[in-house]
Structure formats: C-alpha cells, structure tokens
C-alpha cells in the first residue's frame, strides 16, 4: 500500500477544504439573504445534516451514552456555540452589514483564539505566531480594501459587525474547549450528538422567526443552497476543524481562517463574475506567507517521515475500518 500523508498533513488539507466550504458558505449566503430568512437557513441547514448523518452515526451511537453523560456540561456547551450560535448569528448578521465587514471583522478570529488558548490551555503566543498573525491580516486588508487602504477609512460599521465579532469570541472558545476537554467517542457520533443539542436551541428562534414573519417559500435555488450547506460548511467541515484540533491545536486551526478571505474572493470570480487582479496576488502572497509563518515555521514535528495512508488520517473512519482498510 502506498504511504501519502502524514496526520498532521492530512490535517492540514483538511482545514484548507474546510475554509474552503466556508467561503462557499459566505458567497451562497449572500444570494440566500434576500430569499431565505436567517433563522429559517440555519434551522434548515442542521436539520437536515441530523437526518443525512443518522444513518452513518448509528452504528457509532451506541455505547456513547456514559461519555455523553459524564461530559454532559461541554456537550451542551459545545452544541450551543458550535451550532446554535455560530452560523445563526453569521446570517443574522449578512442581513445588516456587508461582507467586507463581516470578512474585517471575522479575521480576528486567530488572535482571539490565541488569547484563549493562553488563558484556558496555558500556550503561550510566540512571536513567528505573531507575525504569521500580522502578515496574513495584512494580506485579507489588501483584498477587500481592492489594493487601495485608503478605501478602509469610509467603511461604516453597525450592530451587524458587532454580532460578527461576537461570534468569532464564541468560535475561538468552541475550538479552545474541543481541545481543552475532548469528548472520547467517534467524531462522526460527537457532531450527531453536538448537531442534536443544538438544534432545539435554533428551533427556537426559527418558530419565532416563522410567527413574525409575512408566509414565504423557498425557491429551487435556495433549497439548493441548504443542500450545499448542510452538507459541506456543516458535516465536512465540522469534522475536518475536529480532525485539525485534535491533531494541530486551536492556535493553528485558527490561522487556516485566514484561507476563507482568500478563498471567497476567487469564488466570487466564477459565481459573481468579479475579475482576478493584482491586488488578489498580493494581498494572497501575504496570507500564505503568514500561515507559514504561523503554523509551519520552526515546526520540524510536522515532518512526514512518520506516514499514514490517507483513509487512516481520515476522521470520517472508526479505527476498526482504518485497520480494515490497511490489510
């Protein structure tokens, strides 16, 4: 059998696909803004990841339950950050600022969780960590400034950037506490259980939502549009960022965000019809240079001497079907 990646880098690759997913997540959200409203998106989009994941988490699901018990308090915390919270607010928030904004905003994300995991796991920042920080926000402010930083100053902000910030508080805290407490029982079985606490939660809102709100329904481009978020930005990437944690810490989990900016703008040329210009190049070169800064830099650990074969890297496998596969 051939020998590809090593853990490290298949968690590396698989927190690029998750960025990836998530830009996808930002650009579609904003066709979804005008026809699905925000509660009713977010409902929608875990409803149905719950009822795609079921069929593959049962086999996990049993035996699970005195984990679940003992850890109950981080279950609940961990399915109300990570579901309720999280994507609810972001399309919330898509309703009432911009997406130059809420990009600004949310690239505070790594320094926050930086500044958690100092406080909660004891890791102290070092200062290539720093800089990669600094390169790669230099690189997203070169994007959405479109080359020229004189355009951030008539940026406008509002609640909308507020509750943006606000969630990316509760990211870094949810990935900090995934790593601080891990929750021992199958990945795919942990988001079945994180997805069903958090649902009742965003269940909430979207039937308040529903009594507010004038009858509407959901065009085919919409229902589309759940489809690709309940599938990639919800199930792959939530396994994906699981995998990256356990293997990379939050502190670089983190610093992959920087990807999304980046990966949204070269999205939006094909489904915007925005063009490729110099300022992409540049503003890209900062945020790569950044992220090798700040997670491969002086990290001679993450050499691949020590390989595995992909599908034994994969989350998505029980260690029984790993060791089936490697026969």
Wanted: aromatic share 14%; charged share 10%; net charge positive.
């Amino acid at each position: 059998m051939n020998y590809l990646l090593s853990p490290k880098t298949f968690a590396f690759l698989g927190l690029a696909a998750t960025n990836l997913f998530w830009a996808g997540n930002a650009v579609l959200a904003r066709f979804a803004s005008d026809g699905v409203p925000p509660f009713t998106l977010a409902f929608s989009r875990w409803a149905l990841a719950l009822l795609i994941l079921l069929p593959f988490a049962a086999p996990y699901l049993k035996g699970t339950w005195p984990e679940v018990r003992r850890q109950w308090p981080v279950v609940i915390v961990l399915g109300f950050l990570g579901i309720t919270i999280y994507n609810t607010v972001l399309y919330l928030a898509a309703h009432s600022t911009t997406a130059v904004n809420i990009t600004l905003m949310s690239s505070n994300l790594p320094l926050i969780t930086l500044l958690i995991s100092w406080l909660m796991l004891n890791e102290k920042p070092r200062g290539w960590q720093l800089f990669g920080i600094m390169s790669s926000l230099l690189g997203i402010t070169v994007i959405i400034s479109n080359g020229d930083l004189s355009q951030l100053l008539s940026l406008q902000f509002n609640i909308g950037d507020l509750l943006i910030l606000g969630i990316a508080f509760c990211w870094s805290l949810y990935s900090v506490i995934l790593r601080k407490y891990p929750i021992n029982i199958h990945p795919v079985a942990l988001l079945t259980v994180l997805i069903a606490v958090g649902l009742p939660f965003t269940f909430v809102l979207f039937f308040i939502e529903l009594r507010m709100l004038p009858p509407f329904s959901i065009s085919k481009s919409g229902s589309l549009i759940i489809l690709y978020v309940a599938i990639f930005p919800s199930i792959f990437a939530y396994l994906f960022w699981g995998y990256g944690i356990k293997q990379l810490g939050p502190n670089i989990a983190a610093l992959s965000c920087y990807l999304m900016p980046l990966f949204t703008a070269l999205l939006a040329i094909p489904l915007l019809g925005e063009s490729l210009h110099t300022y992409h190049l540049i503003g890209g070169a900062f945020v790569l240079i950044g992220l090798y800064f700040g997670t491969l830099f002086k990290r001679q650990k993450l050499s691949t001497k020590t390989s595995l074969p992909v599908n034994a890297a994969s989350p998505l496998l029980p260690k029984n079907r790993q060791a089936d596969n490697d026969k």
